[in-house]
């Protein structure tokens, strides 16, 4: 078994528990109120500004040119396609983009941020790779699941969101960052095994917080 098959199999209970949120749920049958979504997506905004420089750590840090590479075009993508792409989902539910740059991050998300960080400036290189795999996995698996299950025809926007997570070229994107963590744990002793396997774990715990804030509405209340 491979360390993200492992890892994963470990976290079934975590992973079984996004896939039952509530949040996930409402989207996938189109009940989830609009005022949730949006603080959503303004809030994952925030989030890839850090993720961004998360990647740009990764590229940096990376052992090999290749590796290297594969991590400054995932960084490009982010900034220059997904994130004008995520700019224009949010102005379909009237969000503008200077309301995107005045987002203030709500404490969720600052915490799961300031983890990633840390992991790319403090820990080893495995541990910044497993750091990652919940984003990119986990949202193929969100949106697999919910594009198995029927999407919401009534609610064209949630039915988008679903459909670009659910793609091929997004399942790609996501098995190849599994697919680099299995390589670095191959050549990894057990104890860095075990703290790539907690990196993991941290962020794939940090994901279900961020569909709990999504969910609660949750801001600063002070």
């Known amino acids: 078994m491979s360390f993200a098959e492992n890892v994963e199999a470990k976290a079934i209970p975590v992973r079984e528990a996004i896939l039952a949120h509530p949040f996930i749920m409402g989207v996938g049958d189109g009940s989830l109120p609009v005022d949730r979504f949006k603080h959503y997506i303004e809030q994952d905004y925030a989030y890839l500004i850090d993720y961004s420089r998360v990647l740009a750590v990764a590229s940096a840090r990376a052992p090999t040119l290749d590796t290297m590479g594969w991590f400054a075009n995932l960084l490009d993508e982010t900034l220059n396609t997904e994130m004008e792409l ?15 740059e005045a987002v203030r991050p709500a404490p969720p998300t600052i915490a799961y941020t300031s983890f990633l960080l840390k992991t790319a400036h403090q820990d080893s290189f495995g541990e910044l790779v497993a750091s990652l795999i919940p984003c990119q996995w986990g949202y193929w698996e969100i949106g697999d699941y919910l594009a ?30 599994r697919i ?4 670095v744990a191959e050549d990894a002793g057990p104890l860095q095994v075990a703290s790539m396997e907690q990196a993991y774990l941290t962020s794939l715990r940090f994901e279900y917080q961020f569909w709990e804030m999504s969910y609660n509405l949750e801001h600063w209340t002070i």
Request: proline share 4%.
């Open 180 to 183: 680099l963590a299995d390589q």
């Open 86 to 100: 995520h700019r224009s989902y949010c102005a379909e539910f009237g969000i503008t983009k200077d309301r995107l």
């Open 148 to 177: 198995r299950n029927g999407e919401p025809q009534e609610a064209p926007l949630y039915c988008q969101w679903i459909q670009m997570y659910a793609s091929k070229e997004f399942a790609e994107l996501a098995q190849e960052i």
